[in-house]
């Protein structure tokens, strides 16, 4: 299919967009081409009210009995069975805690409980580096039970040995978008006898996943991003129900005891994976974070990955057909099958050029060295976004507006 | 000095009260008398606002770029910089991150780093619960390498040793309010090569604590009692300065790194005390925190300590006097030098009289077998709250109204 050579056929492709009214959910300014979903999710239009009337109406008008009258303390519980549907898991295989960087950290530490003969948690090089850090962090903790071997992609599944206890991968490459086969890299991992435990940050809200029928055994993921549950919004973690007796993890807090308000003395897991639960729950945070939810509740993954598809390919399809010789090269798969909602693009000069189309009103970001990187987030982004976006980008290369020095200062995050 | 005989007489002690204003900033819901913010602290009432705005405008409006525009990426480091004043820290000595539970992971684990020839956690059977399960849980994870101790609170000195790693006490007791000499037992877990750890939860906001003077080690606290952040705000952990040069805690996530955006595949830790960052901050919870610590930095904790003195102390006589033969037994040292903010009360049908109180509008709390627990947040509580609570406790338990079944009924949360 040749790349739309008008805005008008653009047009007509968000007129007949199945999910197009989703858009009017979400709180977008005015202004702006938003493909940064994929790092932080914009918030509904309803959550800056609903996050309101939590902290007048719950918070300052039940205090502590919100716990109870607001039902608080079942919210982790009723966020977990929001995203379960959405990741292929039953609402008890998914728990809604802390960050996605704690969460590795207590499933690495159950899987090597689980093999307690194989020192090694295995992970690729391109894999995202908090993953990476928590790892090394374990294994730095227990000296000779644990270290973290790091290969190329290429290289993983022949990397895959009698000393490996858990594989570690991310579905969707955070640079790359490319997606991994999640079946067979975890038959992969089964077959050498180890644990297989995915990151689905950059998957779920925007690549449907089915922890079930991939046969995973752990999974964690981002609440921030496709989720849109706000920043640094709670994380979730799933335990398949098939390790659920007997699981240890190493952050053992109240809020996973069997019985936390009897104060006991002595450590006793509640059942299935609570015990994943430590401290005090984020209830504003969660809050965000239920809002959110509650849009995907009314939505069909599949049809929210049939539109990121085709806004990705389109993406592709435009930057090829109107940018061919500005020195861009495609840094995502082709084939949308191995994609994932977001196409990264390389370019020597793709920090100026990013910070260009910032100023221009369209938000991407940059990925050292030398990617710009596009999340088109289903739910909210239209066809003629797509279109704007590359019209723009077209504007700042064939005028060279991004060659000025403010787009070379470095912000701190980026 | 005898009780005050009157509800004019406490009147007085309000209109003299030097703090008096501050309860006019807070959010508290009319008819309501509350004696629990040593469990959660009400919202300011600037606080619903606030969040909103940070919803609507900075996330809504800045998108990903509130990182940087908005300030959100040095927001933990501002929130910790205010708490430091208020725990006789330096700004830079102190983190906000992650609930005080993982924060207790943490610090034990860098105790158990700079003493790697003894394996012992001491601590208290009294201490809070999550605490003990946290060292439960670390030392399950390290076997041989650590072990939790745990004594009573009489023998907790003696049982310091050449095995002893790290001394981790809770400053006030959350079912007494006894207060522990940080000085003198920081000085004695020293004199035996231990390091300290202290857990001020029940402290921070409201008695003054000096870090630096009794020489601690390691601290955490929290965030949502007498600093009144909201339903599980992030906690706060601290490290003396001569402990940031190779502090190395296992819990090592991109946000702790020198350079989180280089994306680099091996962990290096930030300066100072950065590395206790983890995972992205929860900016949404931060902001209500940080809303509500403005206030503290207007106040002064010995002008509010003192008033926290006379508030339970007012309580206990006037408990003693109009309560005389009602069952009671002082639960919470006679000695102010020796309690915190708060005062708890044994009785044999403690949870029905706690239950009765809250339907009668006073809230404070049942801490199992048979305490009646009553915080005095100095920042909002009024003399005249003291008084009339104990007027409604007095005809409940002269008209016995507490004695009903639906006083038996145990909630989810106590």
């Given at each position: 299919?040749?790349?739309?050579?008008?805005?008008?056929?653009?047009?007509?492709?968000?007129?007949?967009?199945?999910?197009?009214?989703?858009?009017?959910?979400?709180?977008?300014p005015?202004g702006i081409i938003y493909l940064d979903g994929n790092s932080l999710?914009p918030?509904?239009?309803?959550?800056?009210?609903?996050?309101?009337?939590?902290?007048?109406?719950?918070?300052?008008?039940?205090?502590?009995?919100?716990?109870?009258?607001?039902?608080?303390?079942?919210?982790?519980?009723?966020?977990?069975?929001?995203?379960?549907?959405?990741?292929?898991?039953?609402?008890?295989?998914?728990?809604?805690?802390?960050?996605?960087?704690?969460?590795?950290?207590?499933?690495?530490?159950?899987?090597?409980?689980?093999?307690?003969?194989?020192?090694?948690?295995?992970?690729?090089?391109?894999?995202?580096?908090?993953?990476?850090?928590?790892?090394?962090?374990?294994?730095?903790?227990?000296?000779?039970?644990?270290?973290?071997?790091?290969?190329?992609?290429?290289?993983?599944?022949?990397?895959?040995?009698?000393?490996?206890?858990?594989?570690?991968?991310?579905?969707?490459?955070f640079r790359?978008?490319?997606?991994?086969?999640?079946?067979?890299?975890?038959?992969?991992?089964?077959?050498?006898?180890?644990?297989?435990?995915?990151?689905?940050?950059?998957?779920?809200?925007?690549?449907?996943?089915?922890?079930?029928?991939?046969?995973?055994?752990?999974?964690?993921?981002?609440?921030?991003?496709?989720?849109?549950?706000?920043?640094?919004?709670?994380?979730?973690?799933?335990?398949?129900?098939?390790?659920?007796?007997?699981?240890?993890?190493?952050?053992?807090?109240?809020?996973?005891?069997?019985?936390?308000?009897?104060?006991?003395?002595?450590?006793?897991?509640?059942?299935?994976?609570?015990?994943?639960?430590?401290?005090?729950?984020?209830?504003?945070?969660?809050?965000?974070?239920?809002?959110?939810?509650?849009?995907?509740?009314?939505?069909?993954?599949?049809?929210?990955?049939?539109?990121?598809?085709?806004?990705?390919?389109?993406f592709?399809?435009?930057v090829?057909?109107r940018l061919?010789?500005q020195g861009f090269t495609?840094a995502?798969?082709?084939?949308?099958?191995?994609?994932?909602?977001q196409v990264s693009l390389s370019h020597p000069e793709a920090f100026a050029v990013m910070q260009a189309l910032i100023a221009r009103g369209v938000i991407g970001d940059f990925r050292s060295p030398d990617l710009l990187r596009f999340g088109f987030?289903?739910?909210?982004?239209?066809?003629?976004d797509v279109?704007d976006a590359v019209s723009v980008l077209e504007d700042i290369m064939n005028d060279r507006s991004w060659d000025r020095p403010e787009f070379r200062v470095r912000p701190r995050v980026t």
């Amino acid at each position: 299919m040749p790349a739309p050579d008008s805005r008008a056929a653009v047009l007509a492709l968000d007129a007949t967009d199945p999910t197009a009214s989703l858009r009017q959910r979400f709180a977008l300014p005015a202004g702006i081409i938003y493909l940064d979903g994929n790092s932080l999710g914009p918030p509904l239009a309803s959550t800056a009210d609903r996050v309101q009337r939590a902290v007048r109406t719950e918070w300052g008008g039940e205090l502590v009995r919100a716990w109870n009258s607001c039902g608080w303390i079942d919210l982790p519980a009723r966020v977990a069975a929001r995203i379960a549907p959405l990741i292929g898991a039953d609402g008890d295989e998914v728990a809604v805690a802390d960050s996605t960087s704690i969460n590795i950290f207590k499933l690495l530490a159950a899987a090597l409980a689980l093999r307690p003969d194989r020192p090694v948690i295995l992970s690729e090089e391109e894999n995202f580096p908090t993953d990476l850090y928590v790892a090394q962090g374990l294994a730095e903790l227990l000296g000779e039970r644990a270290h973290l071997q790091l290969v190329p992609r290429s290289k993983l599944l022949r990397s895959l040995g009698d000393q490996t206890a858990v594989l570690m991968l991310t579905h969707v490459d955070f640079r790359s978008g490319e997606l991994h086969d999640m079946s067979e890299i975890t038959r992969a991992a089964h077959d050498a006898g180890a644990m297989m435990l995915w990151d689905l940050a950059h998957s779920a809200g925007a690549v449907p996943v089915d922890l079930t029928a991939c046969a995973a055994d752990f999974a964690v993921g981002c609440g921030y991003k496709y989720l849109n549950g706000g920043p640094g919004a709670a994380s979730f973690a799933y335990v398949a129900r098939r390790h659920h007796e007997g699981l240890r993890t190493p952050l053992t807090g109240w809020m996973g005891h069997r019985d936390p308000f009897a104060f006991a003395t002595a450590y006793e897991g509640a059942q299935g994976c609570a015990p994943l639960q430590v401290g005090t729950p984020p209830i504003l945070s969660l809050i965000a974070l239920d809002e959110a939810l509650e849009l995907f509740s009314q939505t069909d993954v599949e049809v929210l990955r049939r539109k990121s598809v085709a806004l990705t390919g389109l993406f592709i399809d435009l930057v090829d057909h109107r940018l061919p010789d500005q020195g861009f090269t495609l840094a995502s798969p082709r084939d949308p099958a191995r994609r994932g909602s977001q196409v990264s693009l390389s370019h020597p000069e793709a920090f100026a050029v990013m910070q260009a189309l910032i100023a221009r009103g369209v938000i991407g970001d940059f990925r050292s060295p030398d990617l710009l990187r596009f999340g088109f987030a289903p739910a909210y982004t239209r066809f003629t976004d797509v279109w704007d976006a590359v019209s723009v980008l077209e504007d700042i290369m064939n005028d060279r507006s991004w060659d000025r020095p403010e787009f070379r200062v470095r912000p701190r995050v980026t």
